[in-house]
């Protein structure tokens, strides 16, 4: 049996009864056949959710789209997961929700710490969907409206930048 400690992140006591309850549940044997596996439970919900920045051209420093790199960062991967440091929202949603705010549900949360406590299995690799590919320097965006060259700027190695320039009052940014 595996113990699951949520508390010191989950403000809401009902979600966190809810998550201990359903992985208790799910790692307890009673589905045993609906273990979660990689080709049809968790590259979908990577590719969904975390492959945007973790592939090789992204901004996340290792890729998650194959199996093979995946199981290497298991154990971290189980602990940004569980404690919701990814994918990356410093948002509360317990206070206010955003438009396309980029977040795992409690479900989602559960399968990726039954695989991984299960052995991560790999399933039936036919079933898996096609790995996603990502241009380098590749926009995430749909449609680009503008684009602006920026002088040569080096980042320390220990920061992560995001520059906002200056723009006339008419122009708005909504989305970068
Ligand atoms: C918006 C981009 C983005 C998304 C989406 C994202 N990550 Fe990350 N992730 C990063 C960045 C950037 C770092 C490096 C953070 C740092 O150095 O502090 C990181 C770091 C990590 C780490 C290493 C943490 C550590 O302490 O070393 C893991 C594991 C991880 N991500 C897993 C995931 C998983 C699993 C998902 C999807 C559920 C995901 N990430 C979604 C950008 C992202």
Redesign the pocket.
Known sequence: MHFLFLSRTFESTTMKKEILFCYLFLVGGFLKAQIPDWSTSIAPL?YA??T???NPNG???FS?LTYNNAIL?AP??R???EFR????WPANPEYRHFKDE?L?DSLEIIA?LAWIDNGLPLGDTSLAPPIPSYAIGGSLLDTIHHTIQIPPYTIPTNA?CIIILRFTPDFKIQFM
């Open positions: 990577f959710n975390c945007s920045c973790h901004i996340g420093h998650l960062y971290t991967i602990n940004v997961v440091k990814m994918p990356p980029a795992l990726i992560r």
